[in-house]
């Protein structure tokens, strides 16, 4: 019976030690959440480690540049000081320096066109060649066109967008520059940098453009 008592006593603090040592692993890893944030070399080290180059799908991908720093360091990049506002407005700078106006100065393609490309999610995984066209995945944020009952709403509804906002040179720059890279005008934007990124080459930029701003196109009726 003491034998009984001895090794049921020796389980109560097995389990109570690996409760403890649980619970300090949670309470690390969480120091490490945090430490994320502040470019930790510990934490730069893990993640080199947890992913590996597959296909297209290269290790370039985890570095981030800049813009992408500077908004991994949230309470820093949303607060209010001074030092935060100044570097918003270079972020934003720097990615309107780098946009490329369309080289036939023509803005506005095939809207049928463009509905494909802002349905399609497809591209850029590890199983796409590079020659698999980029989808905009626009809908995955954005209510577009009506008909489409699928969307998310992450980003304000484009319904109406030429309609509402007129077609003059001033919004088709504008709409242009946002879609090539919406940094350029909200530093943190959740918006993708499609030409940044090379996710839209110019031809589908106009595309996806005439589904905006083309007075035929369904978005406009
Ligand atoms: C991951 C979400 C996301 C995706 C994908 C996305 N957007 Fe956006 N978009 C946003 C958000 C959020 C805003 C609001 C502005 C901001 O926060 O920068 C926005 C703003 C816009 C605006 C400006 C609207 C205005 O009234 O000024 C346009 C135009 C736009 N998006 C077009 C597109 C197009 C076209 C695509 C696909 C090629 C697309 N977006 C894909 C999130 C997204």
Avoid at 118 to 141: E, I
Avoid at 160 to 183: A, D, E, P
Avoid at 188 to 198: E, G, L, T
Wanted: proline share 3%; hydrophobic share 40%.
């Amino acid at each position: 019976m003491i034998k009984f008592i001895q090794q049921y006593l020796h389980t109560v603090a097995l389990a109570l030690g690996l409760i403890i040592s649980l619970a300090l692993g949670v309470l690390s890893f969480s120091g490490a959440a945090i430490a994320q944030q502040k470019a930790d070399p510990a934490f730069q080290k893990m993640m080199q480690g947890g992913f590996k180059a597959e296909g297209i799908a290269g290790l370039d991908r985890i570095q981030q540049d800049e813009t992408q720093a500077f908004c991994s360091d949230v309470d820093f990049a949303n607060g209010n000081s001074k030092a935060a506002t100044a570097k918003r407005e270079t972020i934003q700078k720097l990615n309107m320096a780098e946009i490329q106006l369309p080289s036939d100065f023509i803005y506005i393609g095939d809207w049928k066109k463009g509905e494909a490309i802002a349905q399609s999610g497809r591209g850029a995984t590890w199983t796409d060649s590079a020659k698999t066209p980029v989808g905009g995945g626009c809908y995955n944020c954005h209510e577009i066109n009506k008909k489409e009952i699928s969307y998310g709403n992450i980003g304000p509804s484009l319904w109406n967008y030429g309609k509402t906002r007129g077609y003059s040179k001033q919004i088709m720059v504008y709409t242009w520059n946002r879609i090539s890279n919406s940094k350029a005008y909200n530093a943190c934007s959740n918006m993708p940098r499609f030409a940044h990124f090379k996710l839209l080459n110019e031809k589908q930029i106009q595309d996806v453009m005439a589904l905006l701003l083309d007075p035929q196109s369904p978005v406009n009726q």
